[in-house]
């Protein structure tokens, strides 16, 4: 096992993340594809595991973020509201741009019809499953997106706020407690209910899945400061690998059990630990073999964000251009026709919108905007203003 000091405090690409967040990404582009024509049972069965692609989403996220804001921590630049408003830009410039256009686009674009740009303003600030379902089916995969950025936005200023008090293990595992004991309690607030309900109203709703990122960033906690039990966590992996199956095989065979009250309570804890304990098998996997495999996992890791946030567009779009050009009945009751379609538009509009979007804005989170970046963000200006002005 690979593990130095030196390696852990930097921010770097390590290949084991990239392989689980490709796996994550991939398990919901087949859960999504499996919803169209007609799936053989096994493939509609495996896209009952897209959900959990999501749940490595978060887990994944945390351990990231969470290394971030140790980083800054360690280097004494996490102690005043400047510093935090600092962090907030940088996740802001990562998160928010292709998130505009992705909005943009589904208010244009949408399944059902043009909407105009007033049509739920709730969106615009991440509001739009805060302690409510999403309504009116629309943009339904941002309700990911919104834990995410409420996690951004609450967690660091919580451990902030308390470390401002008390010593840092302290306000850490002090915001910890809170925001999982939230979730929690949140969740044990509802009533039971069926699984549909439970998909709208608790899994996919901010207060009920805070939680859920939270492993994630405990986990980093672990690797940097209690090597002793990160080094004993990566020697169960085989174990907690095992449990992770369990799991999966639990979502695949649809016997998940939500229908029981203390699932529905406490479910998803479990589901996220479990999920977290992968971190140190696949955080160790630092030696990147150099063969297509690595290149395909690499390039999917790199566009993930850009592959979640579009793919739901090009079905609609592949969708309707197999209806207008009268091959509809022919390609689409096909899934082994339809789902390469489906992947090779994926993997280009996410390409596109990696590098005229995405990437532009990376670039300028760590130095000062230049002409040269201007130049790279016209693409994203006329992307703007061909959604809001032209369509």
Not at 220 to 243: C, D, E, G, T
Not at 307 to 322: K, P, T
């Amino acid at each position: 096992m690979q593990n130095t000091s030196s390696d852990h405090k930097q921010h770097k690409m390590i290949f084991g993340l990239d392989m689980m967040r490709a796996l994550a990404i991939i398990l919901v582009l087949i859960g999504h594809s499996s919803q169209h024509s007609s799936a053989p049972e096994w493939f509609q069965k495996l896209g009952a595991l897209g959900s959990l692609g999501v749940e490595l989403f978060f887990v994944l996220s945390g351990f990231l973020i969470g290394g971030i804001l140790l980083n800054l921590i360690e280097k004494n630049k996490f102690k005043t509201f400047s510093d935090l408003t600092t962090f907030w830009k940088r996740r802001w410039l990562r998160t928010v741009p292709l998130y505009i256009i992705a909005l943009l686009a589904f208010l244009r674009f949408d399944y059902h019809g043009w909407h105009p740009l007033s049509f739920h303003p709730e969106y615009w600030l991440f509001l739009q499953n805060f302690a409510w379902s999403i309504t009116d089916d629309f943009f339904t995969l941002s309700w990911s997106l919104a834990v995410e950025e409420h996690f951004y936005l609450w967690f660091p200023l919580l451990f902030l706020v308390l470390f401002s008090f008390l010593h840092k293990n302290v306000s850490f595992y002090s915001a910890a407690f809170i925001l999982i004991a939230s979730a929690i309690i949140y969740r044990a607030s509802l009533l039971t209910m069926d699984w549909n309900e439970f998909n709208f109203n608790v899994r996919m709703v901010v207060l009920s899945r805070l939680d859920a990122i939270m492993f994630g960033v405990i986990m980093v906690y672990i690797q940097r400061y209690h090597i002793a039990l990160w080094s004993n966590l990566y020697k169960l992996s085989p174990v907690f690998m095992l449990l992770v199956g369990l799991l999966f095989f639990l979502h695949y065979s649809g016997n998940t059990g939500t229908h029981l009250p203390f699932i529905q309570i406490f479910g998803m804890t479990i589901q996220s630990f479990l999920l977290s304990l992968l971190l140190p098998w696949f955080a160790e996997r630092n030696y990147e073999p150099k063969n297509y495999f690595s290149d395909f996992i690499t390039l999917t890791s790199r566009i993930s964000y850009s592959l979640y946030l579009g793919h739901i567009m090009v079905i609609i779009f592949i969708n309707y251009m197999l209806n207008i050009t009268g091959v509809y009945t022919h390609i689409y009751p096909q899934p082994y026709l339809l789902y390469p379609i489906y992947f090779i538009c994926f993997y280009l509009l996410a390409i596109f919108s990696y590098y005229t979007v995405e990437r532009p804005f990376l670039d300028i989170r760590d130095g000062k905007l230049t002409l040269k970046h201007i130049i790279h963000f016209i693409p994203f200006g006329l992307l703007v203003c061909l959604l809001v002005f032209f369509v």
